[in-house]
Nanobody
Framework: QVQLVESGGGLVQAGGSLRLSCAAS????????MAWFRQAPGKQRELVAG???????NSADSAKGRFTISRDHSKSTVYLQMNSLKPEDTAVYYC?????????WGQGTQVTVSS
């Protein structure tokens, strides 16, 4: 079965960095678009960044210049490098993929940025 397992979240001061990882299994990772979403308390879940099988990327305006998405097909893992973190980046971060019209999500990892 499809599994997405995030890790790497934590508490960091404003201006700091974190690297999130999402280990995928149960499907042919190299064939699918992968994305990172986030959801802050009281807000809707929003796309942070995505990456195609061929490493084309897209990202939200809030992430441009600070966050970098990448993937390692040999490890079936997608990463989100987050630099220059701000308190407004505080959220639960989720890994996502869509296979045959169905969305799959990880359990999420908490990122808290203190001011």
């Amino acid at each position: 079965q499809v599994q997405l397992v995030e890790s790497g979240g934590g508490l960091v001061q404003a201006g700091g960095s974190l690297r999130l990882s999402c280990a995928a299994s149960g499907f042919t990772f190299s064939n699918y678009y992968m994305a990172w979403f986030r959801q802050a308390p009281g807000k809707q879940r929003e796309l942070v960044a995505g990456i195609s099988p061929g490493n084309f990327t897209n990202s939200a305006d809030s992430a441009k210049g600070r966050f970098t998405i990448s993937r390692d097909h040999s490890k079936s893992t997608v990463y989100l490098q987050m630099n220059s973190l701000k308190p407004e980046d505080t959220a639960v971060y989720y890994c996502e993929t869509s296979i045959n019209g169905r969305d799959y999500w990880g359990q999420g990892t908490q990122v808290t940025v203190s001011s």
